[in-house]
C-alpha cells in the first residue's frame, strides 16, 4: 500500500506537467487586433471546416483591378454550429463582405467577426468575448 501511495505522489508532478503543456498548446486571441477592424468583399477560395478552428480564405478586390488574399480564422466547428453554420454555408465562388479582426502584424489574415452571405443573410461566427473586439469599418 505504501508502494502504491509513492508511485501515485510521483506520478503526480508528471500528470501536471502534461496538462499544462496540452493546455499552452492552445494559442489565445492576442495576435488579432481587437481595437479596429477591416471589412472586405471578395470571393471565398478555401472554406475549411476542421477542428480546432474552421478557416476562411478570400480573394478581396483591393480597388484598381488588384486582388489580395486574406486567411481568416473562426471559431470551432462546433461553435459555429451552434450558430447556425454548417460546413456546406459557404463554399469556394461565394462573393461575400467579412468584418474581420486584422492582424497585428499587418498580415493579409484575421479572426471573422461578421460575414454576410451572397443572399444577404450575416453569420455571426460565436467569437468567445465578442463584446471586446470593436467593429470599427
Known sequence: MKILHGISLAALPTAIALLAVSAGAHHSFAMFDNSRSITIQGKVTVYQWTNPHAFLEIDADTGGGNIKHY?????????????GWSSRTVKPGDMVRAVVSPLKDGQAG??????????GRKMLPGVPNAHRYKITS
Not at 110 to 119: A, D, I, K, S, V
Request: charged share 15%; no cysteine; net charge negative.
Open 110 to 119: 484575421g479572426l471573422l467577426l461578421e460575414l454576410t452571405l451572397p443572399n
Open 71 to 83: 486567411a481568416l480564422e473562426m471559431t470551432s466547428p462546433n461553435m459555429l454550429s451552434r450558430g
